[in-house]
């Protein structure tokens, strides 16, 4: 049974460690960070509220299984590629679109993050597949 002081913590760390995670995804595909790293600390987020509240309530959390999500994050990083095909470049060529947002001047949008993206998804399964598969084999030998 987890501590009140794990909960509490939890409650507070969960959704910080979202933020950091987002901030890491949008950060690296211009800079070092990215969706791998921004992946990792997202698992750690759910992670940490598993431990805190239960794997039953983390798995409420996240609301899809995680192979799911590894499949449609390895779905989105392979798309991220196929715009360059259409315009008769190597597979996986970096493509930019400038969005032009009212308080915004100018929002540069690439291919790169729609891979960072994918991976970002990608990894939080991966991750959370290997941790749910530990619980449940951890619950079943202490039955």
């Known amino acids: ?21 987002l901030i890491l995804l949008f950060r690296g595909h211009n800079a070092p960070g990215g969706g791998f790293i921004g992946g990792l600390l997202a698992a750690a987020a759910v992670t940490l ?11 409420q959390l ?4 995680p ?13 991220s590629g196929v715009p360059s095909l259409f ?3 190597p597979y996986m060529s970096g493509q930019w679109v400038t969005l032009r ?3 915004v001047d100018a929002l540069p949008i690439g291919t790169a993050l729609v891979f960072d993206i994918g ?8 991750v959370l597949t290997i941790f749910f598969a530990l619980t449940e084999a951890e619950e079943e030998e202490v039955r």
């Open 119 to 126: 991976i970002f998804i990608a990894v939080i399964g991966f």
């Open 49 to 59: 509220y598993a431990m805190a509240n239960g794997p039953s309530s983390a798995r």
């Open 101 to 103: 947002l009212p308080f």
């Open 87 to 89: 315009l008769e470049l």
């Open 1 to 21: 049974m987890p501590s009140i002081i794990l909960r509490i913590a939890a409650r507070t760390l969960t959704p910080t460690l979202f933020v950091a995670a």
């Open 67 to 79: 192979r799911t999500l590894m499949a449609i994050g390895l779905g989105i990083a392979f798309l």
């Open 62 to 65: 996240i609301r899809v299984t």
